[in-house]
């Protein structure tokens, strides 16, 4: 035993130590999810079979993507007030043009996708070159898109594709597509972003953007970028949403329903939303925390009217864990900044 | 030394306005590899715009670059770096959230299949901790849970890791520890032998006798002189350093010593290693100016007397009462009647968007509003008189504050805190960025507000404005009061001197006692 062995020990608890700090807001989401799901799975009658795991997967998959899609601009220090509209423009347009042969159905899903990103360039654009707040370019583009989703479906209905539909709602060996889906996502699109210079960048903007500027961080970039996988992620639940329901519906409460819920899981999952800490992976967890809430109030036999309220309470707590490290300011006048 | 061959680096003609404040003035620096350049000058003599320009931070007016023999310019940060010029700034570029292996990689990380490989990445942060002594700091750890000195050390290894071909040291060891600096300063003569350009910026004298090859001293924006290192006394630098034109008239000092019990006391008041057991006295009638170099504490003193410091020891005493003061609104009541100019006016001082009377009013407002309910003639007549007193000139006091000038917004900063009619004024450097003539006028006031009685504490980084102004100046070095200049004593020279915390005697010193009394 050599003293380089014994430093290297503690070194590597140190690492350890900074991880589980760094995943901190993840493992509470994590355990909070875990606690209310297993409390479910006791209270059904049933048990956890396939189905049950299935529509719940199912139902909390479309606000995580949702949540994913606003975790990107929120780790910028901003927010994304249109993702709920994207997500409802995505479903109405998927119910019109994601249908018929096997080819014209891929081509409408690359179309819907391709809907996104645009929509989330034309916000990254006017946020990073016209200098606005994004919250107010993100509400007027946003009330724009609802207007697309308005005229492209002035009434419920449109039709997809029986084959994708079935594809994206079922299970495979017992693992729901939803769940496949949210994999995917995290392996092929956030984590690649997460270690790449731009998705670096993305963090280093909200954690100081002066401090980003002066070390060379190439902000407008980063920010559109931000947006553009916002729009992305967006329609992706847009199209899970038109999978499940087999039609597309412009309801402006749906996409407005979606933007806040997606802010509350953000937080839930940890992601602060000055900015510069957090994870996509949290925003799951804290989706699902609020959609099985719901659930619980079921098998608790409580009004479920009364989910709003159980909502906020989750939400308060999980934000107030957050505020702790105000506890440990020296100087006033940092709790103003 | 100088060789005939072109420099490294030459910059030429660089002139830097902001509004109608010159920053810099043709002025003019060369460096050349294997050298370590000083550069010297009191607070404002434009080091540190000399430095933003070189690192493309902000554009010059004009003025030309020449690197290699090659002009350039740069129009941002990034520019420069790759260009092979890496500041450490004495604002950090830190970025508190990601760990202290991220930020030394920030922009350029290690690569694999087109990602960042985090374990090349904490190999390559591990490295550069250790080319600066600093392998105590943990690449995962996050940069904003670590204490200053430790963040200034990641600076230095980040700035390392860019692989600089000029390196430019602005204040970067003003927070480091002894053990710290001995560190740096062998690397740095590592990296001089190694061929690197370095500029360096500090207010230590003695760093500087103990690094430099070479000086450059910069006074009021202009170019004074560049010489070898140890060719000049101290006594030399100082005096190259002051002989600033007197741009402002000083109304005189009352004929009447303030004397009297004093009003504000403190004792021994310490906080967070940025105040190291401060005492002071302020009677009064009496203008008492804390002098120094910038950043030794004056600021956290005034802030700690306005009770925003959590965690402050030591004893405040206010008409020979000991009180507790923990938050601005208690020190601003009644019965201590404090109140605090604060420097950063726009974000600290005013409520931009709201009108000329709600700012004025806000401060004072208990004072005229009965039940919670604003008396409006009440706050007209009082706003009028402090209007007056000030002479603030504006298209109407419901206009909003934004689109006064910067003289006039100072005055609406200080108006509103003269209408709580305070006992104990402090100021925090009231006349950075604002005209001549603005500058007079409150010289006038604050001497009209001493004569009825008021205490003042005033911290400027103006030595003009401590010589014409004040009974007596506390100098600050390191976080304490290393000494009072009075009467006499106080004129520019002692000022400099003791903020560069050199001995008092103005006996020439030659450049070996320099070096020796360095350690």
Same mark, same amino acid.
């Given at each position: ?8 020990g503690?070194r590597s608890r140190?690492?350890?130590?900074h ?6 807001g993840?493992l ?22 396939a ?9 909390g ?5 949702v ?7 929120v ?18 347009l998927?119910a ?7 080819l ?24 990073v070159?016209g ?12 009330a724009v898109y609802?207007g ?11 039709s997809?594709n029986?084959e994708?539909?079935d ?11 939803s ?15 997460r270690?790449?210079v731009?998705?670096?960048?993305a963090y ?27 729009g992305?992620?967006?329609s ?14 412009a ?15 953000v ?15 949290g925003?799951?967890?804290g989706a699902?925390?609020m959609?099985t809430?719901g ?14 309220l ?28 | ?21 010159r ?20 607070n ?10 070189l ?23 990034a520019?420069a ?13 830190l970025?508190p ?12 990380p ?25 392998e105590?700091?943990h ?7 670590l204490?200053?000195?430790r963040r ?25 520890t002894?053990?710290?600096?001995t ?10 032998a190694?061929g ?34 140890g ?5 030399a ?10 741009s !402002? %008239?000083?109304?005189p @000092? *009352?004929?009447?010593?303030? =004397? +009297?019990?004093p009003?504000?006391? &403190?004792k #021994?008041?310490?906080w ?40 402050a020891?030591?004893?405040?005493e ?16 009644a ?17 931009l968007?709201? !009108? %000329?009377?709600?700012? @004025? *009013?806000?401060?004072?407002? =208990? +004072?005229?509003?009965?039940?919670? &309910?604003? #008396?409006?003639?009440q ?14 000139r504006?298209?109407?006091?419901d ?9 006039n ?26 005209d ?13 507000l ?23 100046v ?7 009061v290393t000494?009072t ?17 050199l ?14 009394g360095?350690?």
């Amino acid at each position: 035993m050599s003293v380089a062995s014994a430093v290297n020990g503690r070194r590597s608890r140190e690492a350890w130590g900074h991880w589980l700090a760094a995943q901190r807001g993840i493992l509470i989401a994590i355990a909070i999810f875990a606690a209310m799901f297993a409390t479910y799975g006791w209270k059904q009658e049933v048990g956890l079979t396939a189905s049950i795991i299935n529509t719940a997967s199912n139902k909390g998959a479309l606000l995580a993507l949702v949540a994913m899609a606003q975790t990107i601009p929120v780790l910028t220090g901003g927010l994304d007030l249109s993702v709920g509209m994207i997500f409802v423009l995505s479903n109405c347009l998927a119910a019109t043009i994601v249908n018929g042969s096997f080819l014209m159905t891929a081509l409408g899903v690359i179309g819907v996708l391709l809907v996104g990103i645009i929509c989330g360039t034309i916000n990254g654009l006017i946020v990073v070159y016209g200098r606005l707040q994004p919250i107010i370019v993100t509400l007027a583009t946003g009330a724009v898109y609802f207007g697309f989703a308005l005229a492209l479906r002035p009434e419920p209905g449109g039709s997809v594709n029986f084959e994708f539909a079935d594809i994206m709602t079922r299970s495979f060996f017992k693992v729901p597509s939803s769940v496949i889906l949210m994999l995917a996502v995290v392996f092929l699109i956030w984590i690649p972003y997460r270690r790449s210079v731009l998705g670096r960048g993305a963090y280093a903007i909200g954690s100081s953007e002066q401090a980003a500027y002066m070390s060379g961080v190439p902000i407008a970039r980063a920010k559109v970028l931000a947006y553009v996988l916002a729009g992305l992620l967006s329609s992706i639940a847009g199209l899970l949403l038109t999978a499940i329901t087999y039609s597309g519906a412009a309801k402006a409460a749906l996409g407005a329903d979606y933007t806040l819920n997606s802010i509350g899981a953000v937080v839930i999952g940890g992601t602060s939303l000055f900015g510069g800490s957090g994870s996509a992976i949290g925003s799951i967890f804290g989706a699902f925390v609020m959609r099985t809430v719901g659930d619980l109030l079921i098998v608790f036999d409580i009004n479920p009217v009364l989910q709003p309220l159980f909502v906020g309470i989750v939400l308060l707590i999980a934000v107030s864990l957050g505020s702790l490290r105000l506890l440990r300011i020296k100087n006033r006048l940092d709790l103003y900044r | 030394m100088e060789g005939n061959a072109a420099p490294l680096l030459r910059m030429e003609g660089i002139s830097k306005h902001y509004g109608g404040v010159r920053a810099l003035e043709d002025v003019r620096f060369e460096c050349d590899k294997g050298r370590i350049h000083a550069l010297l000058g009191e607070n404002g003599a434009g080091k540190s715009t000399l430095i933003k320009v070189l690192t493309g931070v902000v554009q010059p007016d004009s003025g030309s670059i020449i690197l290699d023999g090659q002009s350039v310019s740069f129009a941002g940060p990034a520019e420069a770096t790759e260009a092979g010029i890496v500041c450490i700034f004495q604002e950090l570029s830190l970025l508190p959230d990601l760990t202290v292996a991220d930020n030394i990689a920030i922009t350029s990380p290690p690569k694999r299949f087109g990602l960042i490989d985090k374990r090349a990445q904490r190999r390559l942060a591990e490295q550069a901790l250790a080319r600066v002594g600093a392998e105590d700091i943990h690449p995962f750890a996050p940069v904003g849970d670590l204490p200053l000195s430790r963040r200034q050390m990641v600076e230095i290894a980040k700035a390392l890791a860019r692989k600089p071909r000029i390196l430019v040291l602005d204040e970067a060891t003003s927070a480091l520890t002894a053990a710290d600096v001995t560190k740096v300063f062998a690397m740095l003569k590592q990296l001089r032998a190694e061929g690197l350009a370095i500029v360096y910026i500090s207010h230590r004298m003695h760093e500087i006798a103990q690094l430099a090859d070479d000086c450059t001293v910069y006074r009021n924006g202009r170019y004074v002189a560049t010489f070898a290192a140890g060719t000049k006394s101290d006594d030399a630098i100082v005096e190259m350093m002051i002989g600033r034109e007197y741009s !402002s %008239v000083f109304p005189p @000092l *009352s004929e009447k010593k303030p =004397d +009297g019990p004093p009003v504000l006391k &403190v004792k #021994d008041l310490s906080w967070a290693g940025q105040l190291k057991g401060v005492d002071l006295e302020v009677r009064p009638g009496e203008v008492v100016g804390l002098g120094g170099l910038d950043g030794q504490g004056q600021r956290q003193l005034l802030l700690g007397l306005f009770g925003t410091l959590i965690g402050a020891t030591g004893t405040i005493e206010v008409n020979g009462k000991v009180v507790k003061l923990a938050s601005p609104q208690r020190a601003k009541s009644a019965d201590i009647g404090m109140a605090l100019i604060p420097e950063d006016r726009k974000n600290e001082g005013l409520m931009l968007p709201m !009108s %000329v009377r709600e700012n @004025l *009013s806000f401060a004072a407002v =208990d +004072g005229f509003s009965r039940f919670g &309910v604003v #008396d409006r003639k009440q706050e007209e007549s009082a706003i009028n008189e402090v209007i007056n007193l000030l002479k603030i000139r504006s298209d109407g006091i419901d206009g909003p504050v934004a689109s006064l000038s910067g003289g006039n917004q100072q005055k609406v900063v200080i108006g509103k805190w003269l209408m709580t009619k305070p006992r104990i004024i402090l100021l925090n450097d009231p006349t950075r960025g604002i005209d001549v003539g603005t500058k007079q006028e409150l010289y006038q006031l604050l001497r009209r507000l001493a004569e009825n009685g008021a205490a003042i504490l005033f911290y400027s980084t103006d030595y003009d404005e401590l010589i014409g102004c004040c009974n007596r100046v506390l100098v600050l070095y390191n976080g304490t009061v290393t000494r009072t200049l009075e009467g006499g004593e106080l004129n520019e020279r002692n000022l400099v001197a003791s903020a560069l915390n050199l001995p008092p005697s103005t006996a020439s010193t030659g450049p070996a006692e320099l070096a020796a009394g360095a350690v």
